[in-house]
């Protein structure tokens, strides 16, 4: 049966024999830390199939919160599979048509810390969505006049508060704490926004999709993309899959290290490391079903 996270952590701490809050937070971090690894070694494929965009007169869109990693990426006004790249080898390949108008021929995917940048330098507007936000502070940290420069701008609630500085590129947008709204961060008088940032997630950190050409008319984009999963936060969250109890030995392995009990990090990680085995022999072995290999014919036009 499957635990929430305050369980995990409890039954955790109740192994170690130290059931102080300060180790919960610790241990906090271990559960998660073990959490992605079992869902990176089974490669979890939980997908959402429906995800579609359309297109404007921009190159670059942002991708949902959730977006892991596409499973196609397909043009359905045109009926054309589109081809991966990356945005180097765009730049390399076509320095004088990267950001031409066009049909739309190949996709990269970028991280970036914010969503788009100023298009002149501006001062940054910050605001919540909640009035109980008074005591947190936003970082920022970008170029302004040239220099690297960083400043902390205390929130006000449902009042949007500026920066000092005025800012041509934005580098990194975090948050002091938790907040009970979500903090939303303009530039250029609002017309271009930097940052959405949920109440539980203290830095900003995107995935956005571009597209070479860009298209010249509106295209409806269709990209079903396998879901990451978040954090287990909260006292009430649950792993997405029931594997709280393999969650534990790795948890508790951790923890007997980090107490310097090196014997009994040990036996426990050997433990947890067979039963990982198990679980992915349990999960692939599926009688009925029958592995295929369908080999696909690549776009000429789309090899380089």
């Known amino acids: 049966m499957n635990k929430d996270f305050n369980t995990i952590k409890s039954n955790v701490g109740s192994n170690i024999q130290d059931t102080s809050s300060a180790m919960a937070t610790i241990i906090g971090r271990f559960v998660n830390k073990r959490y992605f690894q079992i869902l990176r070694t089974i490669n ?7 995800y579609t965009l359309t297109t404007t007169s921009v190159q670059e869109y942002v991708l949902p919160d959730d977006f892991g990693k596409e499973i196609s990426v397909r043009d359905t006004t045109n009926g054309l599979e589109l081809g991966r790249t990356d945005i180097q080898r765009l730049i390399t390949d076509y320095p004088d048509s990267f950001d031409d108008s066009g049909s739309a021929a ?12 100023p298009t002149s330098a501006s001062v940054l507007a910050i605001v919540s969505s909640s009035a109980s936000d008074t005591t947190q502070t936003i970082l920022i940290r970008g170029v302004s006049s040239g220099v ?20 041509t590129r934005v580098k990194a947008i975090s948050k002091s704490a938790v907040t009970v709204g ?24 995107y995935k956005l999709i571009g597209f070479h050409y860009i298209p010249s008319t509106a295209i ?10 978040l954090p287990l936060i909260e006292n009430n969250d649950y792993p997405v899959i029931d594997i709280a109890d393999l969650i534990e030995m790795g948890a508790e392995a951790d923890a007997w290290r980090y107490k310097r009990q090196n014997g009994k990090s040990q036996q426990m990680e050997a433990m947890f490391s067979l039963e990982l085995q198990q679980y992915i022999y349990d999960k692939e072995n599926q009688p009925n079903q029958v592995t295929q290999f369908i080999p ?3 776009d000429q036009d789309n090899l380089y």
């Open 44 to 50: 979890w494929d939980c997908t959402r199939p429906d």
């Open 106 to 117: 190949r996709y990269y995917i970028r991280e970036d810390n914010v969503q788009d940048q």
């Open 148 to 167: 690297e420069t960083s400043e902390s701008v205390t929130l006000t609630g449902l009042t949007s508060v500026n920066t000092t500085n005025s800012y």
């Open 182 to 205: 979500k903090i939303t961060v303009t530039s250029n008088s609002g017309a271009v926004t930097e940052a959405i940032l949920p109440p539980k997630v203290t830095e900003s950190r």
């Open 220 to 229: 409806v984009v269709a990209i079903p993309y396998i879901i990451k999963p």
């Open 296 to 298: 696909v014919t690549y």
